[in-house]
């Protein structure tokens, strides 16, 4: 089975400050990753995925992911926030090739200040 | 290009009463579909999910239950609710065997129980 931690669960951070959503899984075999955006009253939309290859993935909103086997993390960045941003982010994982469940992580609340 | 629809929106109900939720995706066929739910500062949780017509797997036992009686239609019910049903649900669809397990997420519909 698997498990997502997000280590934090508020990250306040100033309007075009840099930030780093942080998020670890536990896997015994490979695993796809993906971070989704969920703004107040809305679904959940994908912000980007690892599926292979390049351990950089770029997503949409300025968003980047580091993929990091060995660490096992999988954290969000993003050099300069705005305001807009302001959101619920959530890491999922699943077993690759599995196209059954995501697993889904407490998720990580990012208030951008003025 | 696919979709997903999920309604009604929002829903306020007394103790007691019955619920009916509806989720229906365009576009493809055979998906897997999934409802969370999300109580107030809380994480997603995956109530019910089904690989297809009349198969529902429970992943809590609750108050509520989940149908599938066409192919890309997927109804939650409750026949007397909780207080404790409160919260935002989530209707989702993925493909089955080919896919990445990518989660593809409707709108929500918040539910509060008087």
């Known amino acids: 089975a698997q498990s997502v931690t997000q280590l934090d669960s508020q990250v306040p951070v100033f309007e075009e400050a840099p930030v780093e959503l942080r998020c670890n899984y536990s896997?015994?075999?490979?695993?796809?990753l993906f971070w989704y955006v969920q703004y107040p009253n809305q679904g959940l939309q994908l912000l980007l995925k690892y599926l292979s290859g390049s351990t950089l993935v770029k997503g949409i909103n300025g968003f980047e992911a580091e993929f990091n086997k060995s660490q096992t993390s999988f954290h969000l960045r993003k050099p300069s926030v705005h305001i807009s941003d302001t959101a619920e982010y959530f890491c999922?994982?699943?077993?690759?090739?599995?196209?059954?469940?995501?697993?889904f992580g407490s998720g990580t609340q990012l208030t951008v200040l003025p | 290009s696919q979709t997903i629809h999920q309604w009604p929106a929002t829903l306020v109900q007394p103790v007691g009463s019955p619920l009916s939720l509806e989720c229906t995706v365009e576009?493809?066929?055979?998906?897997?579909l999934y409802w969370y739910r999300q109580a107030a500062g809380r994480g997603l949780q995956l109530l019910f999910y089904?690989?297809?017509?009349?198969?529902i797997s429970s992943e809590v036992p609750q108050n509520l239950s989940a149908s599938r009686p066409q192919d890309r239609q997927f109804i939650l019910s409750s026949k007397k609710l909780l207080l404790s049903d409160s919260g935002f649900y989530l209707c989702?669809?993925?493909?089955?065997?080919?896919?990445?397990?990518?989660?593809?997420f409707g709108e929500g519909s918040r539910l509060t129980v008087l």
């Open positions: 989702a669809w993925n493909t089955g065997l080919a896919g990445t397990g990518e989660l593809f």
């Open positions: 089904s690989v297809g017509i009349g198969q």
């Open positions: 896997s015994s075999v490979s695993v796809y």
């Open positions: 576009g493809t066929s055979n998906p897997n």
């Open positions: 999922a994982v699943t077993p690759a090739g599995s196209a059954r469940q995501l697993t």
